[in-house]
């Protein structure tokens, strides 16, 4: 089973209904709620996206959407070591650098999907689109 690192932009293409993006983060959603891959995400991510879905909706809505998400998503740590090896690295994106060290210091990620990919061309994690993930899942069975 994939361990996945599942970026902000990807779960605010779907609550945002982002065409043609939703689809495949929905479909990316859908594979976490039935345990064929495992998704994680950061406080960061869970921050950002209650900040952004604020502005839209009322604060018991976006906290009834967060609970969702976190009945079918894990949570990745952040701590002193992800924040000095994310300060000190080749990222142009600090926000991305502390999701990509907070994967690679937990061990058992396998990857990051992100459609920012640009941010993440120095992580050592694989990186791909939900689209191409998901494609590249189709085609190895």
């Known amino acids: 089973m994939d361990k996945v690192l599942i970026d902000s932009d ?11 993006f939703a689809e495949y983060s929905s479909l990316i959603l859908s594979l976490c709620e039935s345990r064929k891959i495992k998704g994680f995400l950061t406080p960061l991510i869970y921050s950002n996206v209650y900040y952004l879905l604020r502005q839209t909706a009322k604060h018991d809505k976006v906290i ?22 994310a ?5 142009k994106d600090f926000e991305d650098s502390l999701q990509n060290y907070s ?5 058992n990620i396998d990857l990051i999907l992100t459609r920012n990919l640009k941010d993440y061309k120095t992580s ?5 689109t939900p689209e191409t993930y998901l494609k590249s899942r189709n085609a190895s069975r």
């Open 103 to 107: 994967a690679i210091n937990n061990g």
């Open 10 to 20: 990807v779960i605010l293409d779907l609550f945002f209904d982002r065409k043609p």
């Open 87 to 91: 300060l000190n690295s080749g990222f």
């Open 64 to 85: 009834e959407k967060l609970r969702q998400l976190l009945k079918i998503t894990d949570v990745l740590q952040m701590d002193r070591e992800v924040v000095e090896n």
């Open 124 to 128: 050592e994690l694989g990186v791909f």
